[in-house]
């Protein structure tokens, strides 16, 4: 088991030890550690899908090249941070459940519906901006699922789980910024001129 040394009253002391260890811990009980943390990483799976699924709707409907141009290279990102979130459960010697890939589709759905209801109260703004609007509440919500993974990898002594976590969540914070300006040029233009972008 990955993490676990036994004590050896002739062998190193702990300093000389490489890796973590963990004391006192019955295998049943950390199998279902495991078991726990693999049905988060399957939501970090979905709410990464739904935010590339977004990506993917929002970024045909932008006519703008350079607004285009930035939404484009966040897609490939997302793409290959999709990828990342699968490794996660193996490396933890679990595989994502089944049907992950379809709930991401109920995610967005059911975050689409609750943001149209309240920028329906808002009124005023036109146009495509709230793609943008959309895919920074999915980012974020991925963002923070991989941050979770981050704090398991800490928690079960994890070094690859927690290193690949806080890699993607780095990215995605600078993602989550250039989202943010990118909202709120297409607002402005479509409260004002209301047009699309």
Known sequence: MD?????DPEGPGP???EGPYLLNLHGETWDAHLDRAARWLAHVITAQTAFRNALE???????EP???????????????????AHRLPRTIGREAAEGTRGLAGVVMDVARRALDAVEGLAGGARGNWKDLHHLLMLNLDAMGAFAIAEQ??????HHELRDLAFDVEAEKSTDQLILKELMLEMAAVSILYGERV
């Open 3 to 7: 993490g676990i040394e036994a004590a």
């Open 15 to 17: 300093a000389a030890i």
């Open 57 to 63: 709707i929002a970024v045909p409907k932008v006519e």
């Open 66 to 84: 350079n607004i285009r141009q930035f939404l484009s290279e966040i897609l490939d990102r997302a793409r290959r941070h999709e990828e990342v």
């Open 152 to 157: 398991l990898g800490l928690a079960l002594a």
